[in-house]
């Protein structure tokens, strides 16, 4: 079972902002806003945290890509473009703003739904993906601390390495811990002493 997204749409076209209210309603899904330019776009999701957006390229004010830049600017949102041309130079800026969908007027009920999960998989790819990259920063910089305070206790205490690395281990099961919290402490504590 599919589940109901809040969408967020844009279109300087009264008329195409009324098809993507009835048909992503009718879709089973709930429009949160329709604006009819970029900056209205920008300010809708701030307000309305969509799962969603859907916006024409070409609108008065600002754009839709580059609404879709300042959105993402301001947190993830997965953005679906649309227009009415067939332009390669929008198309590459499009591809340059990570736009996770391309549909060209006049857009079929179909080809819709068809974009919108493909626009939601590949958005949830690119998040555990930025995720997982994240975690691996953050296990390398704790890595770096660790290993600074591996030095300490082998400097002030005499230890090897391995027995240093235990002594982290002790002290971390001692005062229930995690690893890189005793770490850094003993990292502080050094220089401060210094």
Known sequence: MKRMLKIAVADDEPEMREY???TLCAMGHEVVGAAQNGLELVELCKST???????????????????????REHFPVPVILVSAFHEPELIQRALQ????????KPIKQADLE????????????FQALHQQAADLRQALEDRKVIERAKGVLMKRAGLDEPDA?????????DKNQKLIDIAQMIVTAEEAMS
């Open 20 to 22: 993507f209210q009835d």
């Open 49 to 71: 945290n969509p799962d969603l957006a859907i916006t024409d390229i070409k609108m008065p004010d600002m754009d839709g890509i580059e609404a879709a830049t300042q959105i």
């Open 97 to 104: 703003d990570h736009v996770l969908a391309y549909l060209v």
């Open 114 to 125: 068809t974009a919108i999960a493909l626009a939601m998989r590949r958005f949830q790819e």
């Open 165 to 173: 690395f235990r002594r982290l281990q002790k002290l971390s099961n």
